[in-house]
C-alpha cells in the first residue's frame, strides 16, 4: 500500500534551518506529483512547495523542495525560520486522481 512518512521536525530557533524528509513506498514515485503542505493550529491546510516528475519547484526563497528519486524520497530545506513558520508539516503525493498523505512531522520554531 502507499506510505508517506515524514521525519526531520522539531523544536528551532528563529533563523534557524530544518530539512525535512518524506520516505515513500507503494507508487510510482518518479511519475508523480509531490507536495509539502503545513497546518497550524487553529489553521487550514497550506501549501508550501510542490514538485512535478519534470523537476523542482520552490513556493518561496526560504523553503526548497527536492525530490531523490533513486531513494523514493521527498526532501524540504527550510532555512531563516520564523515563528510563523510553526506548523504540522505534511507530505502528500498525487498520481492520476489518486492522492495521499503523511501523517505529518512537527516543527516549532520559537526562542
Known amino acids: 500500500q502507499v506510505q508517506l512518512v515524514e521525519s526531520g521536525g522539531g523544536l528551532v530557533q528563529p533563523g534557524g534551518s530544518l530539512r525535512l524528509s518524506c520516505a515513500t513506498s507503494?507508487?510510482?514515485?518518479?511519475?508523480?506529483?509531490m507536495s509539502w503542505y503545513r497546518q497550524a493550529p487553529g489553521k487550514g491546510r497550506e501549501l508550501v512547495a510542490r514538485?512535478?516528475?519534470a523537476g523542482d519547484e520552490s513556493m518561496e526563497g526560504r523553503f526548497t523542495i527536492s525530490r531523490d528519486n533513486a531513494k523514493n524520497t521527498l526532501y524540504l530545506q527550510m532555512n531563516s525560520l520564523k515563528p510563523e513558520d510553526t506548523a504540522l508539516y505534511l507530505c502528500s503525493m498525487r498520481l492520476g486522481v489518486f492522492d495521499s498523505w503523511g501523517r505529518g512531522t512537527q516543527v516549532t520554531v520559537s526562542p
Open positions: 507503494g507508487f510510482d514515485f518518479r511519475a508523480a506529483d
Open positions: 514538485t512535478s516528475p
